[in-house]
T-cell receptor, first 112, second 112 residues
Framework: DAGVIQSPRHEVTEMGQEVTLRCKPISGHDYLFWYRQTMMRGLELLIYFNNNVPIDDSGMPEDRFSAKMPNASFSTLKIQPSEPRDSAVYFC??????????FGSGTQLSVL | DAKTTQPPSMDCAEGRAANLPCNHSTISGNEYVYWYRQIHSQGPQYIIHGLKNNETNEMASLIITEDRKSSTLILPHATLRDTAVYYCIVRVRTSTGNQFYFGTGTSLTVIP
């Protein structure tokens, strides 16, 4: 099993541009989580899905952020328009039981 | 609000046991304690979890006090690869369920 796959690994963009982060969960996992990590705030839960349905998006910072899960093997996190304060590492994780989460390697986002 | 308190950093000699403490004085009777670790530039990795009995697996042991207000993660023979940030987590209740919220963790450095 390849584990949770995230792309791109690094993203550098200019303020105001749209950014799309992608995640492929582990096959058979029906929970998918998006986390953001910064030095100031640590790891924050943004949103999570169960069976492709968004369950809790209370961590999504504002309307510029949106997440979708069109099928069991793919999810996106979109930021439009991006701002410098969105610079962070974004992690996707999947799980079968919400106990043992398997994290991807993350996407390092830099908004200039 | 991560609901846990951990020392910000610790050192441990290679080959010795690393004992990482965590206080969770507000834990409720049915809440588990979870431990994850994050090696530099990687996503967090599940280590172990427990309710009130001590737990052991191939990675570590978890000792939970009888009053459940604190716990200790033990890495019996620390290696250089165990250098990481270790997170002690108690789920936080939200309107849509119980979620992991990672605090700032303990940065463990294993010294040769």
């Amino acid at each position: 099993d390849a584990g949770v796959i995230q792309s791109p690994r690094h993203e550098v963009t200019e303020m105001g541009q749209e950014v799309t982060l992608r995640c492929k969960p582990i096959s058979g996992h029906d929970y998918l989580f998006w986390y953001r990590q910064t030095m100031m705030r640590g790891l924050e839960l943004l949103i999570y899905f169960n069976n492709n349905v968004p369950i809790d998006d209370s961590g999504m910072p504002e309307d510029r952020f949106s997440a979708k899960m069109p099928n069991a093997s793919f999810s996106t996190l979109k930021i439009q328009p991006s701002e410098p304060r969105d610079s962070a590492v974004y992690f996707c994780a999947s799980s079968t039981d919400r106990v043992k989460l398997f994290f991807g390697s993350g996407t390092q986002l830099s908004v200039l | 609000d991560a609901k846990t308190t951990q020392p910000p950093s610790m050192d441990c000699a290679e080959g010795r046991a690393a004992n990482l403490p965590c206080n969770h004085s507000t834990i409720s009777g049915n809440e588990y304690v979870y431990w994850y670790r994050q090696i530099h530039s990687q996503g967090p990795q599940y280590i172990i979890h427990g309710l009130k009995n001590n737990e052991t697996n191939e990675m570590a042991s978890l000792i939970i006090t009888e009053d459940r207000k604190s716990s200790t993660l033990i890495l019996p023979h620390a290696t250089l690869r165990d250098t990481a940030v270790y997170y002690c987590i108690v789920r936080v209740r939200t309107s849509t369920g119980n979620q992991f919220y990672f605090g700032t963790g303990t940065s463990l450095t294993v010294i040769p």
